[in-house]
């Protein structure tokens, strides 16, 4: 039962362009989200989260939108650079201790 | 202020062998949650402690189990070993971080290769 979706599992952006990662869920009882980003032979690093009481949050170059009619997230990174090359998973919950992931993105910021 | 600490970082064990990995959580949280990570499905939930007691489970087998000391230091035990308990397993500890988000603050994780 897969409640939390990753559809694309690579994308590949040119550096200095927006990556945008994406995310589907079903379960409508979600209300807290967070995106991680994993390098290999790592664990997942915490990136941004979001909150279902708000439709966007910004940090830096990572922006993460949330519509909850759709059940979907998104992850915008602007500019995008070689060094965000990285498998970027999201995450949703409904008690802030049992997270569900879905299967990752695979970025590549090619130079 | 130390991170998550998982032991050991590798292992190699065989069908029907048993493994026993180890957490240290950040200083102070008292959640320490387990995922398995396999290629192509993500990170499964496995079980989740707190202040000793597994507080959530996922879906998997009664040979995986868990455990957690008063220090919140926490073991997870996978039994009767099989080839598709291949996969590296992470576990994480929850708390705030940065901007009073709660988040998980993963470990390093341990890599199981089962033979």
């Known amino acids: 039962d897969q409640q939390v979706k990753q559809n694309s599992p690579s994308l590949s952006v040119q550096e200095g362009r927006i990556s945008i990662l994406n995310c589907d869920y079903t379960?409508?009882?979600?209300?807290?989200f967070l995106w991680y980003k994993k390098y290999p032979a790592e664990g997942p690093t915490f990136l941004i989260s979001i909150s279902s009481i708000k439709d966007k949050n910004e940090d830096g170059r990572f922006t993460v939108f949330l519509n909850k009619s759709a059940k979907h997230l998104s992850l915008h990174i602007v500019p995008s650079q070689p060094g965000d090359s990285a498998v970027y998973f999201c995450a949703a919950s409904v008690d802030f201790n049992k997270f569900y992931f879905g299967s990752g993105t695979k970025l590549n910021v090619k130079p | 202020k130390a991170g998550v600490t998982q032991t050991p970082r590798y292992l190699i064990k065989t069908r029907g062998q048993q493994v026993t990995l180890s957490c240290s959580p950040i200083?102070?949280?008292?959640?320490v949650s387990w995922y398995q990570q396999t290629p192509g499905q993500g990170l499964q939930f496995l079980f989740e402690?707190?202040?000793?007691?597994?507080?959530n489970k996922g879906n998997f087998p009664g040979r995986f189990s868990g455990r957690q000391f008063s220090n919140s230091r926490s073991e997870m035990n996978v039994s009767t070993l099989e080839l598709g308990d291949s996969a590296l397993y992470l576990c994480?500890?929850?708390?705030?971080?940065?901007?009073?988000?709660?988040?998980?603050?993963f470990g390093a994780g341990s890599r199981l290769t089962v033979l």
């Open positions: 994480a500890s929850g708390g705030l971080a940065g901007a009073g988000a709660n988040v998980l603050t």
């Open positions: 200083s102070g949280h008292r959640s």
């Open positions: 402690y707190f202040s000793e007691t597994q507080r």
């Open positions: 379960n409508s009882m979600f209300d807290y």
